[in-house]
């Protein structure tokens, strides 16, 4: 069955570190790739996605992803992570249809 | 406006209950979404409601009857629950409904059945 992995479950950083977290997905075709946040009481945004074109995609608030088709991967980074970043991060793929699969999500905590 | 609105925040309800979820969303989209989110858990997809017609029932148990009386609004019906559907009802909407598009998402209805 088609899966998205998220295998850093919980981190922990300080402020000004760099971030990076990791998905995977398990599927040979055509994905169309998603980052979403969802910050404490907030419901769920947007941060980036992909489905052609560079595979350096930019999204908001200083985050980027880089996709990896022989890798099937689709990790998100940030240089330099503030407080206002701890939150739920979901990676989501859909797979020519627009029932979005989610991973099962990490959560970053940034203390000052 | 990108805002996808859900009434009411949190709802109580018993097993012999008859209750509904509301999600609304002025933004022209014409797909809207039901997912539930238990805690710690990703959201998980329930229906999907293309053009206003039911596109996609993930074999969710039919005491959740979704209904979409118009392209702005969506409700989801909710009789003889279990305890274990206790969980967040998150609403979204995206604007054709394609694979690439983005779906956007309410606060969600937080769901306790007692």
């Known amino acids: 069955a088609q899966s998205v992995s998220q295998h850093n479950h919980h981190v922990i950083l300080s402020e000004a570190a760099s971030l990076e977290l990791g998905c995977n997905y398990s599927y040979g075709g055509t994905v169309n790739l998603f980052w979403y946040v969802q910050y404490p009481g907030q419901h769920l945004q947007l941060l980036l996605k992909y489905f052609s074109g560079d595979p350096l995609v930019k999204g908001i608030k200083g985050f980027e992803a880089e996709f990896i088709k022989s890798k099937f991967s689709f990790n998100l980074r940030k240089p330099s992570v503030q407080w206002s970043d701890t939150a739920e991060y979901f990676c989501?793929?859909?797979?020519?249809?627009?029932?979005?699969?989610f991973g099962t999500g990490t959560r970053l905590q940034v203390f000052p | 406006d990108t805002e996808v609105t859900q009434t009411p925040k949190h709802l109580v309800m018993g097993m012999t209950n008859k209750k509904s979820l509301k999600c609304e969303q002025h933004?022209?989209?014409?797909?809207m979404y039901w997912y539930k989110q238990k805690a710690k858990k990703p959201p998980e997809l329930m229906f999907v409601?293309?053009?206003?017609?039911?596109?996609i029932n993930e074999s969710v148990p039919s005491r959740f009857s979704p209904e979409c009386p118009n392209s702005s609004l969506l409700n989801l019906h909710l009789h003889a629950l279990q305890p274990e559907d206790s969980a967040l009802y998150l609403c979204?909407?995206?604007?054709?409904?394609?694979?690439?598009?983005?779906?956007?998402f309410g606060p969600g209805t937080r769901l306790t059945v007692l």
């Open positions: 989501a793929v859909t797979l020519g249809t627009d029932k979005l699969i």
């Open positions: 979204a909407s995206s604007q054709g409904g394609l694979a690439t598009d983005t779906q956007y």
């Open positions: 409601y293309s053009y206003e017609k039911l596109s």
């Open positions: 933004m022209g989209h014409r797909a």
